[in-house]
Nanobody
């Protein structure tokens, strides 16, 4: 059974940092394109970062220069390092692993940026 589990969310002050993890079981995450999305009720879902199988990375304009996506293939995990967090980054963050028609989602982790 395939599982993606996000962790690392929480409450942080503006200007702070968090590192989210997306740990996979049941699949070899290194061959998947892994996307980080954020989505909260009443807001549009936004894809904010992507790391492809060959480690090509892409970022949304809203996070470019502040967020960094990386892989640890030995741990079958993808990370999202988030720096200079602002209140508008408050959201539920999800990871998605995609390989052709094979598509998996985690359950999300809440990030709240507030003083």
């Amino acid at each position: 059974q395939v599982q993606l589990v996000e962790s690392g969310g929480g409450l942080v002050q503006p200007g702070g940092s968090l590192r989210l993890s997306c740990a996979a079981s049941g699949i070899q995450l290194s061959i998947y394109t892994v996307n980080w999305f954020r989505h909260a009720p009443g807001k549009q879902r936004e894809m904010i970062a992507q790391v492809a199988g060959r480690a090509t990375k892409r970022y949304a304009d809203s996070v470019e220069g502040r967020f960094t996506v990386s892989r640890d293939n030995a741990k079958n995990t993808v990370y999202l390092r988030m720096n200079s967090l602002q209140p508008e980054d408050t959201d539920v963050y999800y990871c998605n692993a995609n390989w052709g028609r094979d598509d998996h989602w985690g359950g999300g982790t809440q990030v709240t940026v507030s003083s």
